[in-house]
């Protein structure tokens, strides 16, 4: 029994969390341009709530205080009825996509390494200063992806085989350069999506102060940093085991090769 378990850690589950790995990360790198307009992007300006809308939040917090049951019950009813809606831009690695309202289309621009965002703000709104990342980034995270997706090809073919079969001997061969690829892959794309991170997480700071400033004159507009972002850590946290698992045998391999 402990046999087993240890053969499904050590062999069966890395291939699968790789594959994992490698649809989060094309989704992630692909959004919202070319696909998944609306659901997942880097960085998201939407609509916020405005500041009586806000106060009649904070007063029903107060006078919840006191479980009036029926104004509680109103009140959800009347925070579902409302409805905020206005301009909503969705920017990623590849461009960016808007729509003027919740009820009307989506526009994007074209994918490309050096993306261009459409970014139509209100005129009291501040300015987003926000250019599209420079074209090394998505193709070092491109680079990155396709680096882990040789290595999880080369495990997972290793993990799978039996070790009689022919073709072990070759993948055994190639052990110790798949498993470096895979290292580097792992290593330039955590980089890449931390400096990501940064600059994103600047630009949304700065807009949100903006429109901060600006009080009740700003639109209902709040910046958020998207979940494009968790779609990254969640890759690169799913492609670890696989490498750990790769160095653990390589470094066993040499010291009873050295003994």
Known sequence: MLSLLT????????????????ILAILALL??????HTNVALLTITPSQGPFQKRDVAAFDEMSRFNVRALRETHIEM?????????????GLLGSCSRPTSEQPVTCTNATFSPT????????SPTLALDGPTSSTPEFILTSIILLFLFSVHHALSSLIPEGAKIHVPLTRMSR?????????????????IVL???YGNAESAFNKGIAAAAAFSPGLTATVGNGFTMFW????????????????????GLVKNA
């Open 117 to 124: 965002y459409d970014i139509n703000l209100p005129a009291t």
């Open 79 to 91: 925070v579902r009825d409302s409805t905020v809606d206005g301009v909503s831009i969705f920017m």
């Open 197 to 199: 991170r940064a600059w």
């Open 234 to 253: 969640i890759s690169y946290a799913f492609a670890a085991p696989a490498l750990l698992i790769a160095l653990v045998k390589l470094n066993h391999a």
């Open 177 to 193: 350069a798949m498993a470096w690829l895979g290292v580097i892959g792992w290593l330039i794309g955590m980089v890449a999506v």
């Open 31 to 36: 959004s919202p341009v070319p696909i998944l």
């Open 7 to 22: 053969r499904l850690l050590t062999h069966q589950l890395p291939p699968v969390l790789s594959l994992v790995s490698f």
